[in-house]
């Protein structure tokens, strides 16, 4: 009887002490956040700026919202729905240095119960490399220089075409070109620019037409150069002579060999009257002369070539 008695006492101690102890253990949802028991999850993945970009290289399977905005992921699951979600992000970002890029890829793993949703996130990959590895430094900062030559007294360069989206597009006083593009432009462009180079003696000559075609990206500019056209020019033989009544202040030009023909150069230069000048207007000086006075003396100038297109 006290073996029963005793017995009875103690499962009644031991229901007791389960009993105050599932009493005193914590709810097994009481360690989720208010948004874990709302089953939403937000991730500020970063802001992301010029070139650099953010996307969703792998939406979860379950999911009722996955949307990626203004750099800002925003996941919820189907409602009712329990167990293991994944998605993946993959950025790409600038380098300090201004020429490489991260490119970095992220799992995000929910887990659904419940209670709510607990999310674990973790860097799948990551790796830093330049995008543009065929450009240069001067096309990677979008300018492009070419020397188109040394040119003398007889010769010439100009733009015969001018491009459309420059900041930049001009010939300086030795030839050389350059071409920038408008800020933020990307993609084409194009520029003729036309050489004239003569024989020594001044009565043949080249023209030369080049075509210049710019591809602009992100990555930088590109240039390629082609020769349009080119021909084959001859040049007549004459003079520039003084008119005798206006003591050497006009001119006019008489063809070698030819009927006589006039053509006043507009713009004459001062220094034409007192120095040497090696060019005037769109013919060449290579030999002059000078009797100009008072006495009715003629100065006599001997040009090698007379262009068609002279003012």
């Avoid at 009565?203 to 710019?214: A, R």
């Avoid at 009544?245 to 006039?262: A, W």
């Amino acid at each position: 009887m006290r073996r029963i008695i005793l017995t009875v006492t103690l499962l009644a101690l031991f229901l007791s002490v389960g009993i105050l102890g599932c009493d005193d253990n914590e709810s097994p949802c009481e360690n989720y956040t208010e948004q874990e028991k709302a089953k939403s999850y937000e991730w500020a993945v970063g802001n992301f700026g010029k070139g650099e970009e953010c996307s969703i290289t792998k939406h979860p399977e379950h999911f009722k919202i996955s949307e990626l905005e203004n750099g800002i992921y925003n996941y919820e699951p189907l409602e009712d729905f329990e167990g293991t979600d994944t998605a993946e992000i993959t950025t790409l970002t600038n380098e300090e240095d201004g020429i490489n890029v991260c490119k970095a890829t992220y799992r995000l793993t929910f887990t659904v119960s419940v209670c709510g949703m607990k999310t674990k996130r973790e860097l799948l990959s990551k790796k830093i490399y330049d995008p543009c590895p065929d450009y240069t430094e001067e096309e990677k900062a979008k300018k492009y220089e070419w020397a188109v030559g040394e040119f003398g007294a007889r010769e010439s360069c100009k733009i015969l075409k001018q491009a459309e989206y420059f900041k930049i597009s001009e010939l300086d006083e030795n030839a050389n070109y350059t071409y920038e593009p408008e800020e933020d432009f990307l993609g084409s462009d194009t520029i003729e620019i036309e050489t004239e180079t003569s024989s020594e003696d001044g009565l043949t000559g080249h023209v030369t037409v080049y075509k210049i075609e710019f591809t602009i990206t992100e990555c930088g500019l590109k240039a390629k150069k082609t020769i349009k056209e080119t021909q084959d020019v001859k040049y007549k033989e004459g003079y520039i002579m003084a008119d005798f009544m206006d003591g050497c202040s006009q001119y006019v030009i008489d063809g070698k060999g030819d009927e006589e023909f006039h053509y006043p150069p507009k713009n004459l230069p001062d220094e034409f009257k007192t120095h040497k000048l090696k060019i005037l207007v769109n013919f060449t000086i290579t030999d002059e002369t000078k009797y100009c006075n008072w006495g009715g003396d003629v100065q006599l100038v001997v040009i090698n070539r007379i262009k068609k297109d002279i003012e």
